[in-house]
């Protein structure tokens, strides 16, 4: 497809539960971001990816998160032993080099995660 | 500690008027600003931006203005569309771009009414 594409779209688990979200980028796009939005919050940003560069974890909120890329394609984040505050709509952008400067980052529609 | 801040939660506007949407920001060291468009159940689509050495950009209907020494930018459209209902985010990025690590604000959402 033509945009960044998220599975699953929603997720409901059981806490102390693993999930695992995955993100497809835009084909030929070197950055790849993971953000979180908790009800009623902004967008908390959790990982960046660029390139082959070490990935930027400063965002992770924990030691149960986790997230991997393959090359300059799919992510996998991951979250183990999942508690309540976890719940939130994740979600992934990636961009070109071309965006670099405009800051332009080209968004999925995020995986909703319900954690009861 | 917000970095980024989008005080009104909500603005609802008349269509065809101007809509004015606010942002503040309390690092300094921010360079680079967004504003981000978001419909339920979508992510959010860019909109516009401005660099810290311009005081203004223009794009069709849509203006930001940023004010440094208030730390304050803001984003007009003019004039309104129903089709402009939307959440609004307001981001800030400290190393000119597409860093990674944008902060964004909470949001505000917009309802312009027919």
């Known amino acids: 497809g033509a945009g960044v594409s998220q599975s699953p779209s929603n997720k409901v688990t059981e806490k102390g539960k693993d999930v695992e979200l995955r993100c497809d980028p835009i084909?030929?796009?070197?950055?790849l971001y993971w953000y979180r939005q908790r009800l009623g919050q902004g967008l908390e940003f959790l990982i960046y990816?660029?390139?082959?560069?070490?990935?930027?974890k400063s965002g992770l909120p924990s030691d149960r998160f986790s997230a991997e890329r393959t090359g300059e394609s799919v992510s996998t984040l991951t979250i183990q032993r999942t508690q309540q505050e976890d719940s939130a709509v994740y979600l992934c952008?990636?961009?070109?080099?071309?965006?670099?400067?405009?800051?332009?980052?080209?968004f999925g529609e995020g995986s909703r995660l319900t954690v009861l | 500690d917000q970095q980024v801040k989008q005080n009104s939660p909500s603005l609802s506007v008349q269509e065809g008027r101007i809509s004015i949407l606010n942002c503040d920001y309390t690092?300094?060291?921010?360079?680079?600003f967004l504003w981000y468009k978001k419909y339920p159940a979508e992510g959010p689509t860019f909109l516009i931006s401005?660099?810290?050495?311009?005081d203004k950009n223009e794009d069709g209907r849509f203006t930001v203005f940023l004010n440094k020494s208030a730390k304050h930018l803001s984003l007009h459209i003019v004039p309104s569309q129903p089709g402009d209902s939307a959440v609004y985010f307001c981001?800030?990025?400290?190393?000119?771009?597409?860093?990674?690590?944008?902060?964004f604000g909470k949001g505000t959402k917009l309802s312009v009414k027919p």
């Open positions: 952008a990636s961009s070109s080099a071309r965006d670099y400067n405009t800051g332009e980052l080209f």
């Open positions: 084909s030929g796009h070197t950055a």
């Open positions: 990816f660029q390139g082959n560069s070490a990935p930027d």
């Open positions: 690092n300094s060291m921010f360079d680079y």
């Open positions: 401005i660099s810290s050495i311009k």
């Open positions: 981001a800030a990025s400290g190393d000119g771009g597409s860093q990674g690590n944008l902060i």
